[in-house]
């Protein structure tokens, strides 16, 4: 899975600080801590499919992606924030958030269910940058998320072949993969986004994590556009086993459509209150 991109294929010369919507550099600083993580997550599932060399070798590959991402990222946030200390910051997150570097088996039971997994992470992601990349006016991160969702794209895709593989002989029924899959997207309301918001922000006083995954969402969920629901749920229904354009694809669009509108309008009438 070779780089499609590097960093230094970015023109850092669109910055415009002008166009920068100050809450949009907060979630990216979560988003930086998050992505530059790959590492720890690549040693995680390099011990999971220890053995697989074909896999190991595109494992390699994305970890190296994900870091790009966070360096990329990083590198804009400072841009239009200068008092933004990357490194800090990122030791801050992975000291109160750690991997399990030394797992030997996934802690979702099996490796085809760490490959469905992945799959819906990458799904959350791509759909992610490609929001953030419509909802903004900034030139240079239009750009950089623009790249950065067309990896995480490519990304869904590796991890599709490889549980394809591995589903061949674990082959999970479906109630199984409908729970881990939406159980995943449930997770995106985890430890995980919301301590990363915390942490990257520097955030005064001690974590709370209702808080956070308030503030991180009220900013993160009215990004989305119908187009990239309708998107993410053709995946989400591709690897799950449904047909990706058919009537349960486009039910669910609508229903996680509604879900994230209606979350972002509580989630803002909830901190107002507080």
Request: net charge positive.
């Amino acid at each position: 899975m070779p780089e499609k991109w590097k960093f230094e294929d970015i023109d850092w010369s669109l910055f415009d600080p002008e166009k920068v919507n100050p809450e949009t550099i907060r979630v990216l600083k979560a988003g930086s801590v998050v992505e530059y993580n790959g590492s720890d997550y690549g040693l995680y599932l390099k011990g999971v499919f220890e053995g697989d060399t074909l896999f190991e070798k595109e494992i390699e590959a994305w970890s190296k992606d994900e870091i790009k991402h966070g360096r990329v990222l990083a590198q804009w946030v400072t841009l239009a924030d200068p008092t933004y200390n990357f490194d800090e910051r990122f030791k801050a997150y992975v000291e109160g958030f750690p991997i399990d570097i030394h797992a030997k088996e996934s802690i979702r039971g099996s490796r085809g269910s760490e490959l469905l997994t992945r799959c819906m992470v990458e799904i959350g992601t791509s759909s992610f940058y490609a929001a953030v990349r419509d909802a903004t006016d900034e030139p240079l991160l239009k750009q950089i998320c623009h790249k950065i969702a067309a990896d995480e794209l490519r990304h869904y895709k590796l991890f599709y072949t490889h549980y394809q593989r591995y589903q061949a002989h674990e082959k999970i029924p479906l109630r199984k993969r409908l729970q881990i899959a939406l159980g995943r997207l449930f997770e995106n309301e985890d430890d995980e986004l919301a301590f990363a918001y915390y942490t990257a922000n520097k955030a005064s006083g001690p974590y709370n994590r209702k808080y956070y995954t308030q503030e991180y969402g009220k900013a993160v969920y009215t990004y989305y556009q119908k187009i990239h629901v309708e998107r993410g749920m053709s995946l989400f229904c591709k690897v799950v086993g449904f047909h990706p354009q058919g009537w349960i694809q486009k039910g669910l669009s609508a229903l996680a459509f509604k879900i994230l509108s209606s979350k972002a309008k509580a989630y803002k009438r909830e901190l107002r209150a507080a």
